[in-house]
């Protein structure tokens, strides 16, 4: 699997509640990256990490929205007390290391769709 | 602040002729270009980029884009669609300095290749 891995593929949950949402990037890849697309739109920047810290959050849209990157590869986007408007697909993307070919290129994942009912 | 314009929501073309999706952009500086294509239900999938250096550049499945600086454009073009190519294309801009590395997207254009 060369890929970034986004789980799950889908999610549905009810109003108020907590959702976690996983990304695998590409193996070695030390920049990781958060976007949401709501229907008919284009992606929207979150997050993104360089290693283990936030690098630049300032695309979250209020406290509610969280994400770790513990070790500096798996990252978990949290959101809490899910509203309507949550719901999105939420793509995640990776990118090399700073100084290699092709580092400005951010491969997505295939994303999971978030259903707040 | 950066941002995307791609004019036109749908763009139907023939089998066999040639397209064009149309991309302008607003950036501090220099810009870094990116083109992404989506099919239904899937992620984005890069296609090509401008960095720097030739203003044409050449991509994946026989796309290519011209990079217009005084144009501030970056149409993505190709010779003869085919109807596979049908599918959501989006443009993309970072600043290539001091922007960070977010990617700024624009709304996205359908493409539509009919036999």
């Known amino acids: 699997g060369a890929g970034v891995s986004q789980t799950p593929s889908n999610k549905v949950t009810e109003k108020g509640k907590y959702v976690e949402l996983r990304c695998d990037p590409i193996s070695g890849h030390t920049a990781l990256y958060w976007y949401r697309q709501s229907l008919g739109q284009g992606p929207e920047f979150l997050i993104y990490f360089q290693g283990t810290g936030a690098a630049d959050d300032s695309g979250l849209p209020n406290d509610r929205f969280f994400a770790v990157r513990p070790e500096g590869s798996v990252s978990t986007l949290k959101i809490q007390r899910t509203e309507r408007g949550d719901s999105a697909m939420y793509l995640c993307?990776?990118?090399?290391?700073?100084?290699?070919?092709?580092?400005?290129?951010?491969?997505f994942g295939p994303g999971t769709r978030l259903t707040v009912l | 602040a950066q941002s995307v314009a791609q004019p036109e929501d749908q763009v139907n073309v023939a089998e066999g002729n040639p397209l064009t999706v149309k991309c302008t952009y607003s950036?501090?500086?220099?810009?870094?270009l990116f083109w992404y294509v989506q099919y239904p239900n899937r992620g984005l999938q890069f296609l090509l980029k401008?960095?720097?250096?030739?203003?044409l550049v050449k991509g994946s499945y026989g796309f290519e884009a011209e990079f217009n600086k005084s144009q501030t454009s970056f149409h993505l073009k190709k010779p003869s669609a085919l109807v596979s190519d049908s599918a959501l294309y989006f443009c993309a801009v970072r600043a290539a300095t001091g922007g960070g590395n977010k990617l700024t997207f624009g709304t996205g254009t359908q493409l539509k290749v009919e036999l």
């Open positions: 401008y960095i720097t250096g030739d203003n």
């Open positions: 993307a990776s990118s090399s290391t700073p100084g290699l070919a092709g580092k400005y290129t951010q491969y």
């Open positions: 950036v501090s500086g220099n810009p870094y």
